[in-house]
């Protein structure tokens, strides 16, 4: 049974009765009248050969109350695109797999990036900027979901409980964001937001004065990095999101300056959670967890700074030692609370965790101070809109002949 506990200052949507799943979807074919709902699947192809997508497909294809699917699909030639749509072709639902390394797509972006208008790196924030682009296209759906599909614990009530709030006409919710535990294999997962993200945050609290309400709001979501959230369509217009793995920690930010707080929800969608986990990489800042931490850190900091908070290695050194002690602190927590609940706990790799992410603590704060005009964010449609008027109507044609094209071939 969960607790119906409201903590910070963002509204925590709970599971209080195991509400059964057909009740949820009944709900939501009656919403759908009135707010269709779509889905944004971001994928590489290599998912399509995994374990958890194609399971995720075989609950999908039998939900009632989706207009639109859309799949983002990196990292596939000719062949594995045609085999992507035919693998899609399951789902009864109207659907579009937008073929990111094509060369319709590739051309437009191109020209968006002679224009400086098109995310600098590969990545899945690039992937989910351009499948926002075609839903803002298509204009098919008002309320969106967004998952990862690399779940191994998946079933469609995690998809029916995230999109609910957003979904819901009574509710006046334009972001929802999903939480969960990370459980799996008898020992606690989850390490980036455990022991990375909340101590962070804590520890910037204790440092940095002047900006209180944006880290107490941060520190209200109980899952911070989730892949998982819904919002309204409104919201993919001036949103701008970052193509590294500060993109949880992006999107969050930007509903804060985009929303009041009461706009902006969070709710328990699953009691189990596994998917693909990522190596440390102690060796290696450009891999795993490494590359993530440092990321998250660097986007924290440059949200603090565009909040008027400045930095100096000082003040890096105060948050990497006030961090460090908070994240030991939070160690013999979850040791605790593993060893309550029968759990497997390592306390030597959890501190080599907390090592590693301290140092590259101080790592993000000099990449912050030595490279003052980098440019993270991706622009926003609206931005992109201005600058290349029928941008939507070239995107959805360039999806739409990829789809006429390669369709006719299987």
């Not at 979807?25 to 009135?34: A, H, R």
């Not at 909340?198 to 002047?210: M, Q």
């Not at 930010?253 to 009461?262: C, L, Q, T």
Request: aromatic share 10%; proline share 4%; with cysteine.
């Amino acid at each position: 049974m969960a607790d119906f506990y409201q903590n910070g200052i963002i509204t925590t949507l709970h599971n209080l009765t195991d509400r059964h799943i057909a009740d949820l979807e009944n709900d939501l074919v009656s919403f759908s009248k009135q707010r269709p709902i779509g889905l944004l699947l971001p994928s590489l192809f290599s998912e399509l050969e995994g374990e958890a997508l194609p399971k995720i497909i075989d609950q999908i294809k039998h939900i009632p109350y989706l207009s639109e699917i859309v799949i983002g699909l990196d990292r596939a030639d000719e062949e594995q695109y045609k085999h992507a749509l035919k693998f899609f072709s399951d789902l009864p639902q109207h659907h579009r797999v937008l073929w990111n390394d094509g060369p319709r797509l590739k051309a437009l972006d191109a020209e968006l990036q002679q224009l400086g208008l098109a995310p600098k790196e590969m990545g899945k924030g690039r992937n989910v900027w351009y499948c926002m682009g075609y839903i803002l296209a298509s204009g098919k759906t008002e309320s969106i979901a967004l998952h990862d599909c690399d779940i191994v614990t998946y079933n469609s009530e995690l998809l029916a409980r995230l999109v609910y709030p957003v979904a819901n006409p009574q509710f006046n919710y334009e972001f929802c964001k999903g939480y969960y535990a990370r459980i799996a294999d008898g020992k606690l997962n989850g390490r980036v937001s455990r022991l990375l993200v909340t101590p962070l945050l804590r520890a910037l609290k204790s440092v940095v004065k002047d900006n209180d309400e944006y880290l107490n709001y941060m520190d209200s979501f109980r899952y911070p990095l989730a892949g998982e959230f819904s919002f309204r369509r409104d919201v993919l217009n001036d949103i701008r999101i970052p193509s590294d793995w500060g993109l949880e920690i992006g999107v969050l930010s930007e509903m804060h300056r985009n929303y009041a707080n009461n706009r902006l929800c969070q709710v328990d969608i699953a009691k189990v959670y596994d998917h693909k986990h990522q190596d440390l990489s102690l060796s290696d800042q450009q891999a795993g967890l490494s590359k993530m931490s440092i990321d998250i850190a660097k986007a924290l900091f440059r949200k603090l700074a565009t909040k008027g908070t400045v930095f100096n290695e000082e003040t890096f050194r105060t948050v990497k030692a006030s961090y460090f002690r908070i994240a030991l602190d939070f160690v013999e927590t979850y040791r605790n609370d593993a060893i309550m609940n029968g759990l497997k706990f390592d306390i030597h790799q959890e501190e080599k965790a907390v090592e590693m992410f301290a140092k590259n603590i101080m790592d993000a704060g000099k990449r912050f101070l030595d490279n003052p005009m980098e440019t993270p964010f991706i622009p926003s449609w609206n931005r992109v809109q201005s600058a290349v008027p029928d941008i939507f109507e070239r995107l959805y044609e360039a999806v739409e002949e990829d789809n006429k094209e390669f369709t006719s071939q299987l």
